[in-house]
């Protein structure tokens, strides 16, 4: 992300052991919501447990970032600002 991974964050499998930082998370997870998931599934492909899904969607909602339509979880436009300021701050990061 800030260009600060490097050998030393891989395994000899050459997976990453970098810990994600709570904004990657809660980015994927607004990212994933965006057309309506299930908590399930927004579990799966962020690859968090229970819990921790639990967590963030209850952070989330309480900030009006993602809305719950029956079983689905739905990023708000006030999510989607979010995503936006995130990837212009990626971008100055990265220049």
Excluded at 16 to 24: E, I, M, N
Excluded at 42 to 53: A, G, P, S, T
Excluded at 61 to 70: M, Q, R, T, V, Y
Excluded at 78 to 93: N, Y
């Amino acid at each position: 992300m800030l260009g600060l991974e490097t050998d030393a964050c891989t395994r000899r499998s050459g997976k990453s052991t970098r810990r994600r930082v709570r904004h990657d998370i809660v980015i994927g997870i607004l990212e994933i919501a965006r057309h309506g998931k299930l908590k399930t599934h927004i579990m799966k492909e962020v690859k968090l447990n229970f819990r921790q899904i639990q967590y963030y969607l209850s952070q989330l909602l309480s900030k009006n970032f993602i809305k719950k339509e029956g079983n689905f979880y739905r990023t708000t436009e006030k999510g989607l600002d979010v995503i936006e300021a995130c990837k212009i701050c990626q971008q100055l990061i990265e220049q």
